[in-house]
């Protein structure tokens, strides 16, 4: 795995094993309160990934815990058309779902680069990548932002990719993984860094913010309605967990039922994660860079979650097709099928869009 632009760090202990390993240690079983593990730790038959426990998982309509499920593959492969030969370079590696599909494509002859800005998971999934038989000629792992794409590809020798995809936000193994702090659910450090060796968490942003500033912040990056208020009751507090912050959001605004406080807690938490992660700057610099990063006639395909993510992919999308850097782009934005998004309701919300590189 290589890293980019930054100092090489030390691998972070982390929870759970890799949901494809064949070779862990023989384990006590271990013992848990009711029917079923409610804990991440506890869920040692998702993390042995046994295949009977995985199947009755994911037809729950659930995520085996320390895994992601891929979201609208058939639809990405559709429009990257992925060929023997090609340059790819997935810029959200995450489990590698998607580069696994892709990598499929391009061999032989192709190559992946898999971007990352998560030294957590990036080596496991590195790792189960390796297993497959994917070695360092057709894929590379890189510890990077996506905003530094162009130097990848630059410490690559490549001039560009051929396909480009990424697939916005963060991993169910981040959000379901209690000591990274992404959860509005399970208890943890209120953290949300994607790179925990980078930045500040949560709770100190929180900490730092003006009540001004975060109301802008709300508004901005979650179309939050009470953004004002809530502004108010949490700018410059000091919380420790995630769980005190979803019960300080609750009481501040007492009059909701409890489904609009759900998910009012859960817009406060992605618009933190966006400030936490600085994630309009990196998508914005990654979608200036893209069509220098791309061959003439190179694909792109964007995932986004959320309505702050998908504007500046159509905005940019856009003028880049009227400058004429892109030959084509989507009109509309595609959407998980009703049979996926009740398969695996993560993928509810994604929006896919996508551009052709003008071939000059
Ligand atoms: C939704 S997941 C991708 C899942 C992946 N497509 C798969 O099939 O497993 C998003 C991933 O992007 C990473 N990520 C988010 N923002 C990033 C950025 N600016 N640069 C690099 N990686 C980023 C997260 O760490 C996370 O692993």
Not at 50 to 64: C, H, I, M, R, S
Not at 240 to 255: K, V
Request: one cysteine or more; charged letters at 25%.
């Amino acid at each position: 795995m290589e890293e980019q632009n930054e100092p090489a760090q030390s691998e972070p202990e982390t929870h759970g094993q890799d949901a494809h390993a064949t070779t862990a240690p023989h384990q006590r079983r271990k013992r848990y309160g009711g029917k079923n593990p409610r804990r991440f730790e506890d869920k040692y038959k998702e993390h042995g990934a046994d295949a009977e426990t995985l199947a009755k998982v994911l037809a729950a309509g659930k995520t085996p815990a320390g895994t992601h499920r891929p979201i609208m593959v058939a639809e990405i492969l559709a429009v990257l058309a992925p060929k023997p030969g090609d340059v790819a370079a997935d810029c959200t590696l995450g489990y590698g779902g998607h580069a696994r599909e892709l990598l499929a494509k391009i061999v032989p002859g192709g190559k992946l680069l898999g971007l990352d800005a998560d030294p957590v998971e990036l080596p496991k999934t590195e790792a189960r990548l390796r297993a497959l038989g994917f070695d360092e000629t057709v894929f590379t792992a890189h510890r990077s932002n996506f905003a530094g794409l162009p130097q990848v590809l630059a410490a690559q020798n490549l001039a560009g990719a051929d396909l480009i995809l990424a697939d916005l936000g963060v991993s169910s193994m981040q959000i379901d993984d209690p000591a990274r702090g992404f959860s509005v659910k399970l208890d943890g450090p209120l953290d949300m860094r994607m790179n925990p060796q980078r930045g500040q968490p949560a709770a100190a942003v929180l900490q730092k913010i003006k009540t001004e500033a975060l109301a802008e912040l709300l508004a901005a990056a979650a179309d939050e309605p009470h953004a004002a208020e809530l502004a108010t009751a949490l700018a410059g507090k000091s919380f420790t967990t995630t769980l005190q912050l979803a019960h300080a959001i609750r009481a501040a605004l007492p009059r909701l039922g409890r489904e609009d406080a759900e998910l009012t807690a859960r817009r406060v938490f992605q618009a933190l994660r966006i400030a936490v992660n600085d994630e309009f700057s990196a998508l914005e610099t990654f979608l200036r860079n893209l069509p220098q990063c791309l061959n003439p006639g190179g694909r792109v395909a964007i995932l986004t979650f959320h309505s702050g993510e998908d504007r500046r992919v159509k905005k940019s999308f856009e003028a880049n097709h009227v400058n004429g850097l892109y030959a084509d782009i989507a009109r509309e934005v595609r959407r998980p099928t009703p049979a996926e998004q009740n398969a695996n309701p993560r993928s509810s919300p994604a929006k896919l869009r996508w551009a052709v590189r003008a071939k000059e």
